[in-house]
C-alpha cells in the first residue's frame, strides 16, 4: 500500500474475521481478567486497552509507513507536548523551544524551570534556533509554526542536534502525517495534537507521540501511566474512525487554503498573509522540500487594519465558525490576540479551511471583507 488514501482507510485495522466489524467497537474496561502471574499486554485500564492498541498501530503507519514506529496515545496534545519534555529533561538540562510557537509553550516554559531545566527559545524562522543549540538535551521544533505560519529546515536542525547529542522533537499538528514525516527527516519523536486536522470532526481531544526508538517509546509511555493521561476508549475509537478519511480532508483542505490565500493576496487591506503552499510566501521555497507535494496545511493568517476591523469581518462571515481550533471540516477563523499569549497585532487572524467548496469560501471571505470595509468607511 503506497497511496495515502488507502494507507488511512486500512490503517491499524485488525486482520480480518468472519462476521466481526472491520473496526472493533470502543473497549470499555478498567480491569481485565488476570490469572497467575501479572504479564500480558492488557491487565489494568491506566497500563493499555486495545482500542489504544489498534490506534496507535494506525498512527504508526502513517508516521513512518517505510520503517517501524511506536506510537503513544494521550488524552490531549498538550499531555503529549508535556510528556516528551518531562520524561526526557532532567534538573540542569537545556531545551530549546521556539519562541513563536504554540501559546502554551511558555506556561511549559515556567514550569520547566521550576524545575532546574534551562529554557532557550529562538524564532523558527531562517533556523534560528540552531544559534541557541550548543549543548542542550532536547530540541522542540514546530513547522509550520502556529499561528505565524513559519518553516524551519527540519533535517538540518535535527542533524546538527545529534551531533551535539541533543534529541529532536517535531510538533506535527498542523502539517499532519500526510503532509510532512518528521521521523523520516530525522527528529526523534513526531508529537501532534490530534485533537485538530488528524481527526478533523471537532468532537474528540486527544494527542500522541511517534518514535522509531523503542527505549524512547517506554520512558514517554511510563510518563502517561505515572501521571494518568490516558486517552479515553471512545475518544480513540472516534479518531480511529476519522483517520479513514484523512486524505480527502487534507486534499480539500490543502486546496481550498491555497485557493483563499490567492484571493487574499489581491486585497489592500489584508497585509501579512501567510500560506507556504503561496510560491511569494517566505517559507514556500522550504516548505517545498520537506512537505508533501500540495499539503501545505490548511490554515491562512492574514492581518488585518486594527481590531475593530478584525470583529468586523468575523462577523460578516457564513460559512467560518468563530472558533479557537483548526484542522476541521467545518471552516473556522479568530482573531488570535484575544488570547493575549502570542506575540501577533491585534487584528492578526487565524483561518483554517474546512472542506467546503473553495469558490463558496471564498466568495464568503471576500464578501466578509466587503462588509468591513463599509463599515470602516463609515467611521
Known sequence: MTGDGTRVVRAGLPEPEAFEPALPGPVFAAHFHLPGDAVGPYMYGRDANPTWTRLEKAIGELESPDGSAHTVAFASGMAAISAVLFSQLRSGDAVV???????????????????????????????AQLDVLDGARLLWIETPSNPGLDVCDIRRLADAAHRQGALVAVDNTLATPLGQRPLDLGADFSVASGTKALTGHGDVLLGYASTRDAALAESVRLWRKTVGAIPGPMESWLAHRSLATLALRVRQQSAGALALATALADRPEVTGLRHPGLASDPSHRLATQQMRPGRFGSVVSFVLPDKAYAERFLSALTLVDDATSFGGVRSSAERRARWGGDAVPEGFIRLSVGVEEPEDLVMDVLHALDVAARAAAQG
Request: net charge negative; glycine share 6%; no cysteine.
Open 97 to 127: 523551544l521556539p519562541s513563536d510557537g504554540y501559546q502554551l509553550l511558555p506556561a511549559v516554559r515556567t514550569r520547566l524551570e521550576s524545575y532546574g531545566i534551562e529554557v532557550r527559545t529562538a524564532p523558527t524562522a531562517q533556523d
